[in-house]
């Protein structure tokens, strides 16, 4: 399987690639994971590979391959859409972050993003920074998508569950176990 983690920096891109990938190994897989962080402390494109198997020999998807392309934010969705195989699923965080170069007035942030995307990939989209926010902390925003998108991924919900207590900070457990349980159940 492979899958395909796009947001933007700070946003838990990493942690949730990890949490994707010791699953995959506590579910007995080979797994590979990539990482390209770019700009991502200061708001830039991070973008990371999780690839699971009977033998993974490399760690990054080619365009076209994704089974599940998972991302936080709509522009980084519409930017690596072309990574989604056809009959791939792809978990869109329904957020907007403009872009330095929107920042600036050089570039326009494109309208109607998820509307494009929905024509020509399976979508789902969620708002995590809402429940979230509901939650009570709007970091868990990755843990939130996350469990909707382990819907697509596999593996029993109480595996995911167990990775993630054991990856997450301690003092967060409990707020990232309500978070993707509230993804996990929408």
Not at 38 to 63: H, I, L, N
Not at 140 to 147: A, C, D, P, R
Request: with cysteine.
């Amino acid at each position: 399987m492979n899958i395909m983690v796009v947001g933007v920096g700070g946003q838990g891109t990493l942690l949730t690639s990890r949490i994707i990938g010791k699953t995959a190994l506590a579910g007995g897989y080979d797994i590979k994971l990539s990482e390209v962080h770019g700009m991502a402390q200061r708001g830039g494109s991070v973008v990371t590979f999780v690839r699971f198997g009977d033998k993974v020999f490399e760690p990054v998807c080619e365009e076209g391959t994704v089974d599940v392309l998972i991302a936080f934010e709509r522009l980084e969705a519409l930017r690596y859409a072309h990574f989604l195989k056809k009959d791939g699923v792809m978990i869109v965080n329904d957020t907007r972050i403009d872009p330095m170069t929107v920042v600036i007035g050089a570039a326009q942030y494109p309208e109607n993003i998820l509307q494009g995307l929905e024509k020509s990939h399976k979508l789902y989209t969620i708002n995590g920074g809402e429940v979230a926010k509901a939650l009570g902390n709007s970091k868990v925003l990755n843990t939130v998508v996350l469990g909707l998108a382990a819907k697509h991924i596999g593996f029993e919900k109480e595996e995911w569950i167990r990775v993630l207590q054991s990856t997450v900070p301690q003092k967060t457990v409990e707020i990232n176990t309500k978070a993707f349980e509230e993804g996990y159940n929408l």
